[in-house]
């Protein structure tokens, strides 16, 4: 295999796993390992996300470190997108997670911020786990969603920081 096409496969699996991940930066993507930027160094995985910067397929913004997205996607509520696959990765269920998937039960559609299956082959939204990410909303809007995953006796797991836990009290609740 020649060089450019080894480097445009390992582009290709970057940018998918990028669209996924929405917003990423150089931990989350040598953690997963995606085309062996996991057995290099964090200066040669910078090196191959700013070559593809500079040919315009991802877009960065630094923040407390350097973020990368699919570019033109934008970096839109980006500290609760990593914090909800700092989680993931960190439990080992990126790969399981359906990420914001549209549910609808009973007429009624909601968008979890991603949701784990508890079984093999889930044929039922009870077979399921929904997760919220809680960075900073508002206290009413939690007691909605709460309220609404009762109603649907949905199991509802919450991923937050541990000042914030005690808004979600009834909830397992994994902090960040």
């Known amino acids: 295999m020649l060089k450019s096409e080894i480097r445009k496969e390992r ?3 970057i940018l998918s796993r990028l669209n996924k991940l929405g917003v990423s ?3 989350e993507l040598m953690r997963l390992d995606v085309s062996n930027l996991g057995k290099s160094g964090r200066h040669n995985a910078l090196r191959v996300l700013n070559g593809m910067e500079k040919k315009g397929l991802v877009d960065s913004m630094t923040k407390e470190v350097k973020i990368f997205c699919v570019a033109g996607r934008g970096f839109g509520h980006w500290e609760h997108r990593m914090m909800m696959n700092k989680f993931l990765i960190k439990k080992g269920l990126f790969e399981k997670a359906k990420i914001e998937p549209q549910v609808k039960i009973n007429g009624q ?6 949701m784990i299956p508890l079984v093999n082959n889930p044929k039922t939204a ?3 786990a929904y997760f919220e990410v809680d960075r900073k909303q508002k206290r009413k809007a939690n007691l909605e969603k709460i309220q609404r995953y009762k109603e649907f006796g949905l199991r509802l797991e919450v991923v937050c920081t541990p000042e914030r836990a005690s808004m979600w009290k009834g909830c397992v609740i994994h902090e960040i």
């Open 126 to 128: 009870k077979e399921w």
């Open 25 to 27: 930066g150089v931990w």
């Open 11 to 13: 582009e290709a699996q």
């Open 109 to 114: 559609d909601f968008r979890p911020d991603f």
